[in-house]
C-alpha cells in the first residue's frame, strides 16, 4: 500500500503573507470550506496572536470546517501558545505550529538568542502546546541554512517535548533538490526518533525550485508537505497546491505514495483565491494558468487534433478546467489548425477554395495576436 501523503494547505496563513493580500473572515471562511471539499487534510488557519480581527478568523474557521485538521502558527512564545489554542479551541481536530528559528544566521541576527536558549524555548513552547491539544507541529525555521548538528538538536528536543509532526522549512527558497535530499537522509539517520512522527518540507519559492523540491522531500521520507494555492506567499511565493497535488496524484504510484484529493476542484479554488487575494494567475502558470491547455504554434495544433496526449498528456478535466483542450489560431498556426476551426464552425471549404481561404487567413495572422471566430467566418465566406 502506498504511503499517505498528508496536505497541509497554508493559503489563509503563509499565503495570506504575499505583501498587498488581507484576507477578510468570509474569505478564509470561502476558501477553508473549499478546501475541506476537496478533501485537504490540515488547513493553516492563520496567526492568533497576530491581531483581535486574526483570532476571530482562525476561530471561526475551526468552527466551521470539521472535515479537515485546523492549525494555527504560533511563534514559540506563551501568549502564542495561548492564543493559538484558545482560538481552537471550538476545533473538531486542531493543531497548534510552533516555530523557531534554526539557522545561526537567523538566530544571531533576527531572534538574537543563543542556541541552548532555542532548545529550552523548543522544549517549553512544544509542552505547553500539548497541553491544549495532542497535535502539535514544530517547524524548524530556516532549516535548509541550519547546521546540521544543532537541526538534528532542536528536532530531538521538539519530539521530546511531544511534537507529532517535524517540518523543515526552505524558508528562503535556498536549496537545491539534491541538497534537500542529503539534508534529510542526514537528520534521520542523526534522529532516529524521527521514524515515529511525520516529517514535513515546507518550501518557498526563490529560485523557483519548491515544486521540484517537494516532491524531492517526498523522496526523501517526508510524509506531509506544505502549500498554498497558486503559490501566493511571501516574496516569490510558497510551494503551489496544484502542482504538488498533481505531480503527486499522477507520479505517486512511482513514488510509492498516494495523496487523497479530489483535483477536478482545482480550477475552480485557483479562481476563487485569485479574487480574494487580488492577485491574478499568470497565463502560463502550471495547470492553472489560462494557457496551460491552449495550444497556438501549428506543429502542436496539428498533433493534438490528431490526438490530444501528443502535446497535453495532462487531461485538462482532471483539473476541472471547463474550457478543456484550446486551439488558439495565430500566425504559427497551420493548416490543420485552421481547417478544424473552419469545421468546427460548420463552414465547409471547396478543395479549390481552401488555398486562397488559408493563404488571407495567413495574411491577417501575420498583422494580429490571435484570430477569432468571427474572423475566420468572414475569410471564409469573403471567397465565397
Ligand atoms: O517559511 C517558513 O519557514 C514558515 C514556517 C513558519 C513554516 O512559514
Not at 543563543?114 to 495532542?134: G, H, I, S, W
Not at 530531538?156 to 536549496?175: C, E, H, K, S
Not at 508537505?225 to 501566493?232: C, F, Q
Amino acid at each position: 500500500m502506498n504511503d499517505k501523503i498528508t496536505i497541509l494547505d497554508t493559503t489563509l496563513r503563509d499565503g495570506e503573507q504575499s505583501a498587498g493580500v488581507n484576507f477578510t473572515q468570509s474569505d478564509k471562511l470561502e476558501i477553508a470550506r473549499a478546501l475541506e471539499a476537496m478533501r485537504i487534510d490540515v488547513i493553516e488557519a492563520g496567526f492568533p496572536a497576530a491581531s483581535a480581527a486574526e483570532f476571530a478568523n482562525v476561530k471561526a474557521v475551526a468552527k466551521d470546517v470539521r472535515g479537515a485538521a485546523i492549525c494555527a502558527l504560533s511563534r514559540a512564545v506563551a501568549e502564542d501558545v495561548d492564543a493559538a489554542g484558545e482560538a481552537l479551541k471550538g476545533a473538531a481536530s486542531p493543531r497548534i505550529h510552533i516555530f523557531l528559528n534554526a539557522s545561526d544566521m537567523q538566530l544571531e541576527h533576527q531572534l538574537r538568542k543563543k542556541r541552548e536558549d532555542v532548545r529550552a524555548l523548543a522544549d517549553a513552547m512544544v509542552r505547553r502546546a500539548r497541553n491544549y491539544v495532542a497535535d502539535v507541529e514544530f517547524s524548524a525555521m530556516d532549516a535548509t541554512r541550519a547546521d546540521p548538528d544543532f537541526l538534528a538538536e532542536i528536532v530531538r528536543t521538539a519530539i521530546a517535548a511531544g511534537a507529532g509532526t517535524i517540518n523543515l522549512p526552505d524558508t528562503v527558497g535556498y536549496v537545491l533538490p539534491h541538497q534537500l535530499h542529503a539534508m534529510m537522509v542526514d537528520l534521520r539517520s542523526r534522529v532516529p526518533e524521527l521514524d515515529g512522527v511525520c516529517m514535513s518540507f515546507h518550501g518557498q519559492d526563490d529560485l523557483g525550485l519548491s515544486t521540484a523540491n517537494t516532491i524531492e522531500a517526498v523522496r526523501a521520507g517526508a510524509r506531509q508537505v506544505e502549500l498554498t494555492v497558486n503559490g501566493i506567499g511571501e516574496r516569490a511565493g510558497n510551494t503551489a497546491l496544484e502542482e504538488v497535488v498533481v505531480a503527486l496524484t499522477l507520479h505517486g504510484p512511482s513514488l510509492g505514495v498516494r495523496v487523497d484529493v479530489d483535483t477536478t476542484k482545482i480550477s475552480a479554488l485557483s479562481q476563487l483565491v485569485a479574487e480574494r487575494s487580488g492577485m491574478p494567475v499568470a497565463p502560463n502558470k502550471a495547470l492553472v494558468g489560462r494557457n496551460a491547455f491552449r495550444h497556438a504554434s501549428g506543429i502542436h495544433q496539428n498533433g493534438v487534433i490528431k490526438k490530444r496526449e501528443t502535446f497535453e498528456w495532462i487531461d485538462p478535466k482532471m483539473v476541472g478546467n471547463t474550457r478543456g483542450t484550446e486551439i488558439v489560431l495565430g500566425k504559427l498556426s497551420g493548416r490543420a489548425g485552421f481547417l478544424a476551426r473552419v469545421h468546427a464552425l460548420g463552414l465547409k471549404l471547396t478543395a479549390s477554395k481552401e488555398e486562397e481561404t488559408f493563404a488571407r487567413f495567413q495574411e491577417l495572422a501575420d498583422r494580429q495576436r490571435v484570430v477569432e471566430d468571427a474572423e475566420v467566418r468572414a475569410i471564409c465566406l469573403q471567397g465565397a
